[in-house]
């Protein structure tokens, strides 16, 4: 169980160009879905926190008007990076919880995304 | 969230266990200790997470102090398939922030 899809899982974009990945939760419905970005040999940063059906919380130094985030449903979350730039090549991870048994929420993470733009 | 500290690497002979450690000595009385891995190229896998008790799963067992300062990650019987960059996580109520990890390296 608690298994995340993220689509597409590569993409390759020109300078420009707006593009839009999606995370899934695909068994159970989150009550919150996670954006975070990894730059080669770095860790994980969060960009973003957003609950269903109200705006997404933004780390400081995160654009959000670059960094369009909806979350529509309880399994679905969309990230659309606007006008990418090579600088905004990364790989883009989702991550999904949801409070089980009154324990802490769990985060479960999608495969990531890698984007590339030239 | 509290600060981890984890040694940058580790090597583990296949078929060992692998004692993988943790300092949080900061950490408060609501903070739960969390483990994650990431092969190259994935997402995090979740593995295990505990508050005060050692607590144990089909991947691996958590053992935590008793002052709750540091604990330990082990993998009983390391695979090749194990290696991978550690994690080691204090949480609160935010989401999971991501440290240097230990980068371990299951030798055949």
């Known amino acids: 169980g608690a298994v995340v899809s993220q689509h597409p899982s590569r993409v390759i974009c020109k300078s420009g160009t707006s593009v839009k990945i999606e995370c899934r939760s695909l068994d159970f419905q989150a009550t919150t879905m996670f954006w975070y970005r990894q730059f080669p040999k770095q860790s994980l940063m969060l960009m973003a926190t957003?609950?269903?059906?109200?705006?997404?919380?933004?780390e400081q130094g995160v654009e959000k008007d670059k960094f369009l985030i909806n979350h529509a449903s309880l399994t679905l979350s969309t990230l659309t990076v606007t006008s990418a730039h090579p600088e905004d090549s990364s790989f883009y991870i989702c991550?999904?919880?949801?409070?089980?048994?009154?324990?802490?929420?769990?985060?479960?993470f999608g495969p990531g995304t890698r984007l590339t733009v030239l | 969230d509290a600060k981890t500290t984890q040694p940058t690497s580790m090597d583990c002979a296949e078929g060992r266990a692998a004692n993988l450690p943790c300092n949080h000595s900061t950490i408060s009385g609501n903070e739960y200790v969390y483990w994650y891995r990431q092969i190259h190229s994935q997402g995090p896998q979740y593995i295990i997470h505990?508050?005060?008790n050692n607590e144990t799963n089909e991947m691996a067992s958590l053992i935590i102090t008793e002052d709750r300062k540091s604990s330990t990650l082990i993998l009983p019987h390391a695979t090749l398939r194990d290696t991978a960059v550690y994690y080691c996580?204090?949480?609160?109520?935010?989401?999971?922030?991501f440290g240097s990890g230990t980068r371990l390296q299951v030798q055949p």
């Open positions: 991550s999904a919880s949801f409070l089980a048994g009154g324990m802490t929420d769990t985060q479960y």
């Open positions: 957003s609950n269903e059906g109200s705006k997404a919380t933004y």
């Open positions: 505990g508050l005060k």
């Open positions: 996580i204090v949480r609160g109520r935010r989401a999971l922030t």
